[in-house]
């Protein structure tokens, strides 16, 4: 009997589905998860796709319309094939180092962790293969955002590699799947992209550690009015503040104030650009970088005023506070006495309150509008409307709901403990000093100086030095 001789290549769609000759075929090795999600995205965007597999007769579900076949028939059939493989497993391709000569391979594979190997992935690969033409890219992308498409946090695909040509015809496949290229030069920048998705959240580090810091400083500082305090002063025990009491105070301080330097930098560059006259001058690293990390500080603020919500809807049902309310009702009835409703109380708690859920009903547009899938559907004046003005209200109705709170308590020397001012005090310095700030910005001759300074005027321009300053002009005129 003749031995049965197995195909070495699978189509997984019938020969009337199969792939025009004129369409371009690209090869993956690798069928795993993002082997597969690349695949269907190519598949979607018109190329003609093989796949290379040390098994192609049992290599796990395929995208419909790809072919299977085995590494070496794979590798002849595609002029560029995407390595989706782990370095470890690259031992095969030295094997295949005849057909893989002037063609295009691109490394998508990332490591477990920094430094892992002395080289690059990519320059190791480029080392194994000498005549193949090796570009690094795709390798910041997760399989998820393969299979559903370009979103705002995944947009972009990094590339670098040697060969021009090679970085070119990458570069059209990438944009053909709806991603936007950033060239990041030779093959020596392989080991930059490589620990890009190693990253962990690197643009919410000074937001973290800022958020940190002050929730720290402001614990300890409550604690030692609140808690300290009462047990040194008056032998009091109150430590069971600390859990809701405490955070309750903490919570919402600190979100002020993240909300209040996320407008800040904004306000800080307005008056930059006005003292300089021009908007072509570079602001300082240290600006630039604090208003790159503004989105992460109002979600982080929104977070915890969410919490701070979520204490205060708790208050009505804490032992402390139901204890409190019956001892004195009993009070009341013993003593035969009874309070009369003071309409002044009356309208402050209820003024607090209201601006309370105004700026956390506004807080949590501003969240909304920050989301990717909502801000793409916005229009540049919608979401700059939101961002800025709406986000201006929630400060201010944040801020007045904090002075409502402290009302007329400033004014009483029993409320500075160690003759420190309560926590509220502190937190109303930043807030206030940006809104005062802003409404300064806000003047009609200091804005329409801002605007044409905006719009590119400069104070100092080479045809006309007899220009004096645009500010005093318009404030004259007023």
């Known amino acids: ?55 192609p007769h049992i290599c796990g579900p395929i995208p419909p319309g790809a072919q299977v076949m085995s590494h070496e028939i794979a590798a002849r059939s595609a ?37 892992m190997y002395p080289e690059a ?54 944009t053909k799947l709806g991603f936007n290229v950033q060239d990041r030069g030779s093959l020596s920048a392989a080991r930059e992209l490589e620990d890009f998705p190693l990253q962990l959240f690197p643009e919410w580090r000074l937001p973290m550690r800022l958020t940190i810091g002050l929730t720290a400083f402001f614990f300890f500082y409550l604690l030692a009015r609140d808690v300290i305090f009462a047990y040194v002063d008056q032998g009091k025990d109150n430590s069971f503040r600390i859990m809701v009491s405490l955070a309750n105070k903490v919570f ?8 209040s330097l996320c407008y800040l930098p904004g306000v800080i560059a307005a008056f930059l650009q006005l003292y300089r006259g021009t908007k072509y001058k570079r602001f300082p690293d240290w600006l630039d970088r604090w208003m790159l990390c503004r989105k992460q500080l109002g979600l982080i603020a929104l977070a915890l005023a969410s919490l ?26 013993k003593e035969n006495k009874t309070f009369v409703f003071d309409t002044t109380m009356g309208w402050r708690t209820d003024s ?52 409502l709170y402290g009302w007329d308590k400033f004014l009483f020397i029993s409320y500075y403990k160690w003759y420190t001012p309560p926590g509220y005090m502190l937190c109303l310095v930043v807030p206030s000093v940006v809104l005062l700030l802003k409404l300064l910005l806000l003047l009609p001759c200091v804005d329409k100086s801002l605007t044409r300074i905006r719009q590119g005027w400069e104070r100092t321009d080479p045809e006309d030095d007899s220009k004096k300053s645009l500010l005093a002009k318009d404030c004259q005129k007023l």
């Open 1 to 55: 009997m003749s031995e049965e001789v197995k195909p070495e290549s699978v189509s997984l769609y019938s020969v009337s589905a199969a792939a025009t000759p004129e369409q371009e075929a690209v090869c993956i090795f690798g069928t795993g998860d993002l082997g597969r999600s690349l695949g269907q995205r190519l598949l979607q965007s018109g190329y003609r796709l093989v796949y290379g597999s040390r098994r």
């Open 79 to 115: 002029s560029l094939v995407f390595v989706c493989v782990h370095r470890e497993h690259y031992d095969f391709l030295e094997t295949l180092a005849p057909h893989l000569k002037g063609k295009v391979l691109v490394d998508v594979s990332n490591n477990l962790k920094k430094n």
């Open 121 to 174: 992935n990519a320059e190791f690969l480029q080392r194994l293969i000498p005549g193949a033409h090796v570009v690094k890219a795709f390798n910041t992308l997760s399989a998820w955002a393969l299979q559903n498409g370009p979103s705002d946090a995944n947009r972009q695909v990094y590339l670098c590699g040697n060969s021009p040509e090679a970085k070119q015809a990458v570069a059209e496949i990438a």
């Open 252 to 259: 919402p301080i600190v979100s002020l104030i993240l909300l």
């Open 308 to 333: 701070h919500v979520l204490y205060t809807l708790i208050i009505p049902i804490r032992y402390y506070v139901r204890f409190r309310l019956a001892a004195n009702t009993i009070s009341q009835i």
């Open 352 to 403: 607090y309150y209201s601006m309370g859920i105004l700026g956390f009903g506004l807080y949590l547009l501003l969240g909304i509008a920050s989301l990717p899938s909502v801000s793409n559907a916005l229009s540049w004046r919608e979401f700059s409307f939101i961002q800025s003005k709406l986000g201006y209200l929630t400060l201010f109705f944040c801020t007045f709901h904090t002075y």
